[in-house]
């Protein structure tokens, strides 16, 4: 037999919340709205005034208010017009900074846990989970996101640039790129929301900046003491102080534009401005094939040096075309240093306009022997920076050859070698005394340009070409990836080198 057990029904039981838990729980809800709120007011005070005209607009219409509307609708509009007209550069700033702080509350604040996660930046170290700090974002004026980032115990550059493209995955940006910040620990963002190769760029009016720049002595900037972020220029002893003296420095993810000299060359893929400084670069080589842009490169460079009182342009070219606007009959300072053509007479020619500049070299190095000093830095229209342009160099120096076999000249008298031999002079011994060499060539060949000669090219750019050794003659250690790319590159766009900086793409 078994015996019978005894089975509890189940019971309902109502548990009653105490009055005092949920005022709690409200408390701290009401708390987090409000931190949440000071946070947003923090990080974009812009986007809560918008939100508060937007709020205020409405709420006059659902109280019946049009006509008071209707006013601020207009109010809002007219100062839109005013800075519009008037302010444009104010206008830009705010939109530029509206724009980044909406990045910044709706994006990357709100991301960041995420991306650091999915990044594999977060390290565990024991019990604790060690998420570096995002400590501060700042949108620069051509659009790309500044961030700043304490990084994590044990975490390196490196360790963040392999990082990169998980980044911008979490980000829904085309690109990020990570700088130091010359502070341990610390690191530097550069996000792109898109691609600034994608879009061709117009380079900046030269005429604009004539007022300053011809006014100013570019070789007394020196840093401003107590000022972090700009730069003071002096002008030269007796010369009236110049509206724009104080040049304000580019911000810091823009550093290749900094100089305030420098001629505006292009843009590279990090969204950066690549640009040479006529009174410092140390000679340039540019190659390209025909309508690769290298015409159009050559013509935005020597718009802008043609309106500079200090610098000059002389060189030779062949076809005429280039510098045929810097020629004595076109009024060109110096024009009495150009040579064109490829008529015997003309390649004579050029081989004198040569020896006349290699002689202006010796003239300038022996006057740097006798004042104590190893450099020129200081160029005036007295004494300006020469910028010596020699336009298909290995066409001239075939088109010599030939004319040197066709005479039968003897080693004594041969041109070609005679404008070689000054070609390689002026690139070794020029740029101390301010004449600098601007090489340009289809193919940068080894016979057209010697090694050690192409060694001196401080900035070389290359165009769309259809050889690869030509890219490898002209850029040493170059990878295989960006040789096959330079064939596929649209009108425009090339690959620049220059010291410190490592190749990269430039439109």
């Known amino acids: 037999m078994f015996a019978a057990s005894h089975v509890t029904a189940p019971v309902a039981v109502r548990v009653e919340h105490s009055s005092a838990g949920a005022g709690a729980r409200a408390l701290v809800s009401v708390v987090r709205a409000v931190g949440a709120l000071l946070g947003v007011a923090m990080h974009a005070p812009l986007?809560?005034?918008?939100?508060?005209?937007?709020?205020?607009?409405?709420?006059?219409?659902?109280?019946?208010?049009?006509?008071?509307?209707?006013?601020?609708?207009?109010?809002?509009?007219?100062?839109?017009?005013v800075l519009a007209r008037y302010r444009p550069g104010t206008l830009r700033g705010l939109t530029t900074a509206a724009t980044g702080q909406a990045f910044r509350v709706l994006v990357y604040r709100p991301r960041w846990d995420t991306a650091c996660h999915a990044a594999h930046l977060a390290p565990r170290i024991g019990t604790a989970t060690h998420t570096p700090g995002l400590v501060r974002h700042t949108r620069t004026a051509n659009g790309i996101d500044v961030l700043l980032v304490r990084m994590a115990p044990g975490q390196t550059l490196s360790?963040?640039?392999?990082?990169?493209?998980?980044?911008?995955?979490?980000?829904?940006?085309?690109?990020?790129?990570?700088?130091?910040?010359?502070?341990?620990?610390?690191?530097?963002?550069?996000?792109?929301?898109?691609?600034?190769?994608?879009?061709?760029?117009?380079?900046?009016?030269?005429?604009?900046?004539?007022g300053t720049i011809t006014s100013l002595d570019h070789a007394s900037a020196v840093p401003a003491p107590g000022r972090r972020g700009g730069m003071t220029v002096r002008t030269s002893p007796g010369m009236p102080r110049p509206v724009g003296a104080v040049v304000r420095r580019a911000p810091a993810a823009d550093p290749y534009t900094s100089d305030p000299w420098a001629v505006v060359l292009g843009r590279d893929e990090h969204g950066r401005s690549v640009a040479l400084n006529p009174y410092g670069t140390a000679h340039a080589g540019m190659q390209g094939a025909t309508r690769s842009g290298k015409s159009s490169a050559c013509y935005t460079l020597l718009a802008a040096l043609a309106h500079r009182p200090d610098v000059i342009v002389t060189g030779v070219d062949p076809s005429g075309l280039l510098l045929g606007p810097f020629?004595?009959?076109?009024?060109?300072?110096?024009?009495?240093?150009?040579?064109?053509?490829?008529?015997?007479?003309?390649?004579?020619?050029?081989?004198?306009?040569?020896?006349?500049?290699?002689?202006?070299?010796?003239?300038?190095?022996?006057?740097?022997?006798?004042s104590g000093v190893d450099k020129i830095t200081t160029f005036t229209a007295s004494a300006p920076a020469v910028w010596v342009v020699m336009e298909e160099y290995p066409g001239l120096l075939a088109a010599a050859k030939a004319l040197d076999n066709e005479t039968g000249a003897k080693a004594?008298?041969?041109?070609?070698?005679?404008?070689?031999?000054?070609?390689?002079?002026?690139?070794?011994?020029?740029?101390?005394?301010?004449?600098?060499?601007?090489?340009?060539?289809?193919?940068?060949?080894?016979?057209?340009?010697?090694?050690?000669?192409?060694?001196?090219?401080?900035?070389?750019?290359?165009?769309?070409?259809?050889?690869?050794?030509?890219?490898?003659?002209?850029?040493?250690?170059?990878?295989?990836?960006?040789?096959?790319?330079?064939?596929?590159?649209?009108?425009?766009?090339?690959?620049?080198?220059?010291?410190g900086v490592k190749s990269r793409v430039v439109v």
Not at 49 to 74: D, F, K, N, R
Not at 441 to 461: E, K, V
């Open 47 to 81: 986007l809560v005034v918008a939100a508060a005209l937007i709020g205020g607009w409405a709420g006059l219409l659902t109280a019946g208010h049009y006509v008071v509307a209707s006013t601020l609708v207009l109010l809002v509009a007219a100062a839109g017009a």
């Open 159 to 210: 360790t963040w640039r392999d990082a990169s493209a998980s980044l911008a995955a979490t980000f829904t940006a085309h690109a990020v790129t990570v700088r130091e910040t010359g502070r341990p620990g610390w690191v530097l963002l550069d996000v792109l929301r898109r691609d600034p190769l994608a879009q061709e760029i117009v380079a900046p009016d030269p005429d604009a900046r004539r």
């Open 327 to 370: 020629t004595s009959e076109n009024g060109g300072r110096g024009g009495a240093l150009i040579a064109t053509g490829t008529s015997r007479d003309d390649i004579t020619h050029a081989v004198a306009v040569m020896s006349d500049l290699v002689t202006l070299m010796d003239t300038r190095i022996r006057v740097l022997r006798s």
């Open 412 to 499: 004594g008298e041969r041109l070609a070698p005679r404008l070689a031999a000054a070609l390689g002079r002026l690139v070794k011994e020029g740029a101390k005394v301010g004449l600098f060499v601007l090489v340009l060539a289809q193919r940068m060949s080894a016979d057209a340009l010697a090694t050690d000669d192409r060694m001196n090219l401080a900035l070389r750019l290359t165009l769309r070409v259809d050889n690869g050794d030509a890219v490898a003659m002209l850029h040493d250690g170059i990878t295989r990836d960006h040789v096959h790319a330079v064939r596929d590159f649209a009108p425009g766009m090339a690959l620049v080198e220059s010291p």
